[in-house]
């Protein structure tokens, strides 16, 4: 199932965590530290506040990424941080579309406006795609589809074919989920995506872009989602504060 040859994206996402900068710094140093070990390069979407602190620390393991973005450069939005004011932090990739930000109230039209303003800043989204229930009469499948529609409304092919999608089904993130996904239920949503990107948007098969999983993922359950999922990449939450288990799930794959 999978080729080996290819290349797996690892993103992980700190979301409000940890809680003061110099506990972020401490933590970016074991990363930086234990990844050149065993040479694999990540990348970190961090808290907004801690990013001046962090972008000073060299490494040319970790890429630094934000966690969401305000529509535009500069303007009326308040408490947002636009991709203009963090270049200066050599941010190349912005997570668009997390479900904990789609739960405050972000619609797909504002996932499409920041996926168009990132491309246009030239930093890589990492679009946030899931469905909040998995129903037996798969109701899941429309919910998706119309996710992927909405977001790359009005984007073109070549811009399309350079995003990262990652597959979260709601229901397997965080503490509180029910249960972990499986690698069939995410090959079933990559496959999904895929039709949706080929039959809306005209791409080709060589044209997708990489499709991540995440949800829950932890050392023991990353490498099936390769192996029989065929994850491009993985989106990680709590697994990515602890170095010990992300080393192990990175030398997994
Ligand atoms: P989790 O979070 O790995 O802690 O479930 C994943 C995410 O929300 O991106």
New binding site residues.
Partial sequence: MRDTKKQITFVS?W?TNPGSEKEALVLLKQFTAELKKIKQKIIICVPTLFLPALAKEKSNVVALGLQNTAIEDIGAHTGEVSLAQATAYKVKHVIIG???VRALGETDELVNKKIKYAIKQKVTPIV?VGEKVRDDGHEYFGIITEQVIKAFAGVVKKDISAVLI?Y?PVW????D?LRDATPEEFYEVKILIKKVLMDTYGLATKDIPQILY????TEKNAKAFVTAGDADGF??????LDVKKSIILLNSI
């Avoid at 397997?172 to 503490?175: C, E, Q, T, W």
């Fill in positions: 996402n979301k997390h479900s904990e946030c990652a979260e397997a993130i965080g503490k989920a995440g949800g829950s993922v989106l990680i939450g709590r697994t990515s």
